[in-house]
């Protein structure tokens, strides 16, 4: 069993800045890569960033620039700090590890992103 627990989301001010936490647990035998994804309403999933065990990273391009990701693999997590924060960046977002040697991908259970006057 593997359980992503994440925290962070809420809502905030255009032009504000949150942080996004996903903490993996249970039977891990190592983690390839640690990624956020977001879902917004009527929308597709889409990849926000990705972090690889050896630190190479990889951004959408709406949010270069203004998001960063982050692991700390000593406590199988994972941030995403958001600035500049945007109406168009409101969703879900979801934590994502992939495992090895399995590949087993895994998903936490979403928390909201809400970016509102």
């Known amino acids: 069993q593997v359980q992503l627990v994440e925290s962070g989301g809420g809502l905030v001010q255009p032009g504000g800045s949150l942080r996004l936490s996903c903490a993996a647990s249970?039977?891990?035998?190592?983690?390839?890569?640690m990624g956020w994804y977001r879902q917004a309403p009527g929308k597709q999933r889409e990849m926000v960033a990705v972090?690889?065990?050896?630190?190479?990273?990889n951004y959408a391009d709406s949010v270069k620039g203004r998001f960063t990701i982050s692991r700390d693999n000593a406590k199988n997590t994972v941030y995403l700090q958001m600035n500049s924060l945007k109406p168009e960046d409101t969703a879900v977002y979801y934590c994502?590890?992939?495992?090895?040697?399995?590949?087993?991908?895994?998903w936490g259970q979403g928390t909201q992103v809400t970016v509102s006057l």
């Open positions: 249970g039977s891990i035998s190592s983690i390839y890569t």
């Open positions: 994502n590890i992939i495992v090895v040697p399995s590949l087993y991908t895994y």
């Open positions: 972090i690889t065990s050896g630190g190479n990273t």
